[in-house]
Structures are given as C-alpha cells and as structure tokens.
C-alpha cells in the first residue's frame, strides 16, 4: 500500500468522532458558538433523542453571506486572532464543529450578520450552494439525521431520553455562566427549560432549586491571581450522585478530575464516601496559567499550578462549611416539621388512634430545669439552653426564636474528632499508658492489616503491636478514652485499612481512621447528663468547627423555630 493523504472528508468524520460524539455534544457546540456571538437568547429544540432534529436559533451577530461556505471548513475560525493559543477567551476556536457535525448529518445554516441573510446546506459533507435566506439579525443551526453517515455511531447512543438528559444537561451548565442570556430547551412535547435573563442568583436557584440556594453557603476567595466563587451546600444536602456538581473555568463549563476531586477533598471530613455535595463554583484566573486545548471537547483543563489551585478550592470550601456556624438547615427542618403534622383523618377520640407524639417528653429528675436558674436571654448562643434530655439521647434546648433538639451522640462523636485532629496536628493526640496492656484477639487477616499500620495507629493515638497471630496488644489509648469497646474499634479500624486504596491521601486515611476512633470514644446515646453537662455540650459544639454535623454526614441537631411551632398548630 502507497502512502496517500487521506481526503478532506475523511479528516472531518475522524474528527467528527472526537468532537461530536453524540447529541448532547452537537447541541453544546452549537450554543457554545451562539454565546460566542453574543447572543442574548439562545434557542435549542431537540427530537427523537437529537437524531431526527436539533435546532440552534440565536441572535447573535450572524455570518456574514460571503463567509457562510468558509464557516463550515475545518479549521475556519474567526476567534484567534493572530494564531496565538494562549489568550483564549472564546468558547471555540478549534474551528472544527461546524465541518465535523456537517460531515456526518443533513446540515443547515440560516444566518444573517448586517446585510443580506444567507443559507447553506451541506448533506453528509457535501456542501450545496450558498443561497439568499431571509432572517432577522441572528443564526439558526439545524442538524437533521445526525449520524446517518456514520450509522456505527449510532448504536453507541442511549435510548432518546437518556440523550435528552444529557442534552439538558449540557444546556444547563451553560445557562448557569450566562445569567444574561435567556434559553429554551423543547423536546417534541415539553419545554425543559425556560429561562428568561435574570440574574445570577436568580438562574442558580432556577437550575439548582430554592432548596440548594437554602441550604447552601457562599465560597469567595482568591490567592495570587485566581479567584474561587460561588455556592457549596451544606453536608446535610448531599446527595446519592454527582449530578449537582457544577464548576466553571473562566465561564467555561468543564468536568475536570482536579476539580471533581478537589470538591471531594474538600468535604471529605464531613461526608461519607458515597454521598456528593451540591456545588456551583466559578473559578476565574489569567489566561495563561490554565490550558483549554487539552482535549477536543474543551471539557477538560490543565491548570499550570495544580496543587495551588486544588489548595485553595479545598481551603475555601472547607472554610465556608466550618464558619457557618448555627445556619439551620432547612431540609432537615421542613422534614421535621412535616414529621409533627398530625395525619390526617385521626380520630383523637381514642388514645390508640392519637397521632404518634414526636415529643413523649420523659424528663429524668436530673434533667429537669430549673425555671429560675436559667441565664438571661439576652446572652444568645446559637444552640440555646438546655431544657430537658429525653430518650437518654436527645437534648432539648431552647433560643431565643425557637428549640433546638439534638442528638448527642452525634454531637459529641463530631466534638471527639475535631479534637482529635486539632491534637493531632498541635502536638500530637494526648494518650494514656494502660496500667495493664491490653491482648484482644483479632482474626489472622485483622491483625497483619493493624501490625502493618503501626505508626499510622499511633498518630491516631493508639500504641499497639501484634501479638502471636491472632492477637493484638495494645499498650496506649487517646487519653480519657474510658470503658471504649476496644475490640469493636479495632476491627472497625482493621476494615478502614484494608478498604483504603495505598493510592488515597495519607490524610484523608489518617482522618477516617480518627473519625472511626472519635466514634467508638463518643458517648453513646443512652448516657443521661444533667442540664450543667448538657449546656457544656452545648458551648462545646458551638465552639466545634463543622459541629452541624457528624463524622457520617449525619444532622447533630435540627432546629424548630418559633413560626415553625406556630405552623404546627395552625397559628399561621
Ligand atoms: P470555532 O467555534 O472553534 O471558531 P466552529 O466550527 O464552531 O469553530 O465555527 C466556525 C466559525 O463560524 C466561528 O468561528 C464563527 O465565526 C462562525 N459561527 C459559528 N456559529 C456561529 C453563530 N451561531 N453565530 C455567529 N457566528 C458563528
Ligand atoms: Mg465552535
């Protein structure tokens, strides 16, 4: 075989396959090239999963007639302007989705800059003529059959509703970096996406919902010339999946490996794996410390100082959930609140019929307050005084606008661990010599794993060394660590090592294993303390950074505020 170059046609589809991999990728060309031109409304109609049609209608500032057949040619941009790929600023400038779409579908452009209108038709590659087309100022895009060139592709796309979803997807996060521009996203029977120019926050509470926007707390930082911005929800407003992730580059939208992890990073402490955080981050720096050119569909980025960057994405975030403070989450609230309305139709005739009470208030004598001991209300704390413990758990405090109940286990578990790392990282976490070492047998897999983390235990505190096969002996414990069940903790420890990847962060790892310690050492709900103890805890978590939650995610208290109460029992 000669070599030979391959044609113009070929070169396209190949790059087809990189650039427009399926639907949702042509739609995000597309209104990539409509925000570009300036669009103030951007139009996106979607059929047949975006095989049998996608429209891109903008009114943007139109192609001139005479560059109509040039737009469509590989490597035809008009946003580089001197070649140079280091100041980019534009959403394109590859100049290689209009021939790459073009070269794999029935294709059509209408557009009109500031003269005449002009179309041009392009069927598998093949452009046709350009002809005169009337339009006001603007361009549509539309794409019918994608793929009927290259019907192999075809077989690799989702079912019609999962490539809408995608599709919608796409829509949305340029959406969310364009406030200023209104969008549509139709289906052949819905209108997914309405959404007018508004505000910022107005279209992050319209992508994200109210919900996200109440349970969320704003990021604002910069260091050197990069700045991080944006909203970052609360621990307790995670979810099962990743979908609520949304972060930007110098407005661009990006998916991108630094930032995915650095968003885990950054709430490894107060999330369990498995559970995402809802994040909208923006973040902006000079052109020349990122690079946008990495991979064809512009998703990706590779920031010159990486570890800076993730530093201070994991900083920022960590910061804002700490600071908090005494933030209600609303979530858990309103499922609280909707948990006290009495069911309906309940007969209150009969006690057996009565609505479950939330509150059966069994005051141990310890517990009960002293009316006139009680501080003066003028001296707020965010979690109030403490009333009553119930249930040998839970604390029932009163603020000045409402009650707080919390679980104090939870709670405590959340204070023993902030300590615990707060020692660890002073001056290493206080321990106490057993009078007596202590030999608990262990299974023979448990205790290679434990022997061979030695000096990682002892950082947690934990002075122990293998003893025969099936043993451990354990000669040091973090200091008060009093009547823990020490054979639980170690095996919990020994699965915290084994299901650790050597690939994960010598601090993430060192941090949940002082979790798994801080919540054997915690008191277990069942302990009842009196109103002296229980305001202690109660100054104590204040004090606590994250204390809105535990080790697990899990809420360590909710509160009732007065209007709340007053919802209750209809008083509003
Ligand atoms: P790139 O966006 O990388 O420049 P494209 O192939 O996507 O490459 O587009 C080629 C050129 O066509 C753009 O540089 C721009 O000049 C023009 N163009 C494409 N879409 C539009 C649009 N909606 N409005 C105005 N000009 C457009
Ligand atoms: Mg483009």
Do not use: W
């Amino acid at each position: 075989m000669r070599i030979r170059k391959l044609s113009e046609g070929t070169i396209n589809r190949i790059a087809a396959g990189e650039v427009v991999e399926r639907p949702a990728s042509v739609v995000k060309e597309l209104v990539e090239n409509a925000i570009d031109a300036g669009s103030t409304q951007i139009d996106v109609v979607f059929r047949g999963g975006g095989k049998s049609l996608i429209r891109i209608s903008d009114n943007g500032s139109g192609i001139d007639s005479g560059e109509l057949s040039l737009a469509i040619q590989r490597h035809a941009t008009s946003k580089l302007g001197d070649d140079s790929l280091i100041e980019i600023t534009s959403l394109g400038f590859r100049g290689e989705a209009l021939p790459s779409i073009a070269s794999v579908s029935r294709f059509k452009i209408i557009s009109r800059a500031d003269a005449d209108g002009a179309e041009i038709e392009v069927e598998a590659g093949h452009p046709k003529e350009v002809a005169p087309a009337s339009r006001q100022k603007g361009t549509d895009v539309e794409i019918r059959d994608l793929f009927f060139a290259t019907p192999a592709r075809l077989k690799f796309l989702k079912s019609d509703r999962g490539e809408t979803t995608e599709a919608l997807d796409i829509v949305r996060r340029l959406a969310l970096a364009h406030p200023r521009t209104g969008f549509t996203f139709v289906t052949e029977d819905r209108r997914m996406l309405d959404a007018p120019q508004e505000t910022q926050h107005a279209r992050i509470s319209r992508i994200l919902g109210d919900e996200f926007i109440a349970n969320a707390v704003v990021v604002d930082a910069a260091a050197e010339d990069i700045r991080v911005e944006g909203l970052v929800s609360l621990p307790t407003y995670a979810r099962g999946q990743a979908t609520l992730q949304f972060a930007f580059v110098n407005n661009r939208p990006v998916r991108d490996k630094l930032l995915s992890g650095a968003i885990r990073g950054a709430y490894a402490d107060v999330l369990p794996p498995g559970r995402y955080p809802a994040v909208v981050l923006f973040i902006s720096c000079a052109t020349n410390r990122v690079d946008v050119n990495v991979h064809p569909a512009k998703s990706e980025v590779r920031f010159r100082d990486p570890g800076f960057v993730r530093a201070l994405i994991v900083g920022t975030i960590r910061k804002a959930i700490a600071n908090r403070n005494a933030q209600s989450n609303t979530v858990i609230t309103k499922a609280a609140v909707a948990s006290f309305y009495p069911q309906t139709n309940t007969n209150f005739g009969g006690f057996a019929e009565a609505p479950q009470a939330a509150f059966t208030m069994q005051m141990p004598l310890a517990g009960r307050a002293d009316v006139n001991s009680l501080p003066e209300p003028h001296q707020e704390f965010p979690l109030g005084y403490a009333l009553a413990q119930t249930h040998e758990n839970y604390i029932l405090a009163q603020t000045g606008d409402g009650l707080i109940l919390v679980d104090q286990h939870a709670a405590h578990e959340r204070i023993v661990y902030e300590r615990l790392k707060r020692e660890r990282d002073q001056q290493g976490i206080y321990t106490q010599k057993l009078l007596v070492p202590q030999v608990i047998n262990l299974d023979p897999t448990s205790v290679t794993v434990l022997d061979a983390a030695t000096d990682e235990l002892q950082n947690t505190g934990l002075l122990l060394e293998a003893f025969g096969e099936t043993a451990v002996i354990i000669r040091e414990v973090p200091a008060a660590f009093t009547n823990a069940d020490l054979p639980t903790l170690l095996h919990a420890l020994a699965d915290e090592l084994s299901n650790s990847t050597t690939a994960e962060v010598m601090e993430n790892r060192t941090n949940k294993m002082l979790a798994t310690v801080a919540c054997h050492y915690s008191v277990r709900s069942g302990r009842i303390l009196r109103i002296d103890e229980m305001n202690a805890l109660l100054r104590e978590m204040e004090r606590t950074p994250n204390f809105s939650e535990c080790n697990h995610g899990r809420p360590t208290f909710i509160r009732l505020s007065l209007t709340d109460l007053e919802r209750l029992f209809g008083r509003t």
